[in-house]
């Protein structure tokens, strides 16, 4: 079973930007859809944005839907998460899943987290 690994959290000024990186430990398949959920104090986890790895279709919350764009490291395994904007309700633990569907994941990454300053 594939091992994710995140990177890029830490502390930004609201208005700003981030990229969050995860990287698995082998190659996924081409049906598989790698992506990203978040998890704010007190919060449900919630969908922000996933990639399938076969065509690269793109899906996106709509909490962050114009201010995010996800991207693929076919290289590396990897998948790259960008948000501008930020907002300080972006301030959330955010972790990397790989799964089956565009919000179906098995594989889970250990989080990183996010704090977005006023």
């Known amino acids: 079973q594939a091992s994710l690994v995140e990177s890029g959290g830490g502390l930004v000024q609201a208005g700003g930007s981030l990229r969050l990186s995860c990287t698995a430990s082998g190659r996924p398949y081409s049906s598989h859809v790698m992506g990203w959920f978040r998890q704010a104090p007190g919060k449900e986890r919630e969908f922000v944005s996933s990639i399938r790895w076969g065509g690269g279709r793109t899906y996106y919350a709509d909490s962050v839907k114009g201010r995010a764009s996800i991207s693929k490291d076919t290289t590396n395994y990897a998948i790259i998460l960008q948000i501008d904007n930020l907002k300080p309700d972006d301030t959330a633990i955010y972790y990397c899943?790989?799964?089956?569907?565009?919000?179906?994941?098995?594989?889970w990454g250990q989080g990183t987290q996010v704090t977005v300053s006023s």
């Open positions: 899943g790989l799964g089956s569907g565009p919000q179906e994941f098995r594989t």
